[in-house]
């Protein structure tokens, strides 16, 4: 997941987000079937997504639990199907080791958990699978996590949960490279909490892994504009947060709007680029 474009100043990875569910909060029930499934991703990759991540529970604030049986359902087919017909890296979006390891069987190679590899067993699945890790922090769960998010400093809370997090999973047995992290943004955090993270995207990076941003369509951007009621209504402010992770730092940018993402960052890396570099390349 290393960034690659040239000339300029290196941009962000951007990963496509890609629902298998039927009530995730931004496009919950467009990308259930299979076959839409697919085409999402495809298009996704055509638009110049770096990552795909997969996902098929939904972690919504308010979300109800799916079962493994039900998640696998979702999830495998589609990843099988892409396997098999492009390179791009998959992740797949879960807490269950279960669904982790039949994900990698299919295919993936990333196990993106928003629950840091908490659940029963999942360190040591991680280590066994030998994939790449995101741990994200969550406060709480989906049921619960936006009820009153109290922190003594999210900034320095954040950043010490997520350190543990990677030593432990470091202890388990997996390559501390293998390991990305992620702040959680709209995970049991408050708008003016959220807008800490962003900005102290640099002291998690300082902790010595690269870190993910997902950002994309979140509330707090609708806190901020009012008039973003519908999450359709909330690229710019998407943007805005992706441009402002690239500036602090972050290796992994992820969107639900790839292409118009892509486009923004290629025109960062250029303004942060040597200005004769293209006429030379």
């Known amino acids: 997941m290393e960034p690659s474009d040239k000339p300029g100043r290196r941009r962000p990875r951007v990963m496509g987000i ?8 931004s496009d919950g029930g467009r990308f259930f079937d299979h076959q839409d499934a697919l085409a999402h991703a495809r298009a996704l990759i055509a638009a110049g997504a770096d990552i795909l991540d997969i996902g098929g529970e939904s972690t919504r604030p308010g979300a109800e639990p799916t079962s493994d049986i ?14 098999s017909e492009t390179a791009v890296p998959i992740s797949i979006d879960t807490v269950r080791p279960a669904v982790a390891s039949a994900a990698v069987a299919a295919g993936a190679g990333i196990w993106n ?18 994939c790449e890790v995101v741990l994200m922090h969550m406060r709480g769960e989906p049921r619960t996590m936006q009820d009153n998010p109290v922190y003594e400093d999210v900034v320095a809370d954040v950043a010490e949960f997520l350190s543990r997090r990677a030593e432990a999973a470091i202890k388990a047995g997996i390559e501390q490279t293998r390991i990305l992290l992620d702040p ?6 408050t708008t003016a909490q959220n807008l800490a993270l962003i900005k ?28 973003a009621i519908d999450t359709d209504d909330r690229l710019g402010g998407s ?12 290796a992994v940018i992820r969107v639900h709007d790839v292409k118009e993402t892509v486009q923004a960052l290629k025109v960062w890396a250029g303004i942060h680029s040597d200005p004769n570099a293209a006429e030379r390349a």
């Not at 979140?218 to 901020?224: E, M, Q, S, V």
């Not at 943007?239 to 972050?250: C, E, H, K, N, T």
């Open 113 to 130: 958990d928003v629950m840091a590899l908490r659940a029963p067993k999942a360190l040591e699945a991680a280590a066994e699978l030998g």
């Open 18 to 25: 890609v629902n298998v569910t039927p009530d995730s909060f």
């Open 239 to 250: 943007i805005a947060a992706a441009l402002a992770g690239a500036d602090r730092g972050a």
């Open 200 to 227: 102290a995207l640099p002291t998690l990076g300082a902790l010595g892994y690269r870190v993910v941003l997902g950002a994309s369509r979140k509330r707090f951007i609708r806190a901020l504009d009012p008039s």
């Open 70 to 83: 039900e998640e696998l359902r979702r999830v495998i087919p589609t990843i099988q199907a892409l396997r």
């Open 184 to 189: 959680g943004i709209g995970f049991g955090k």
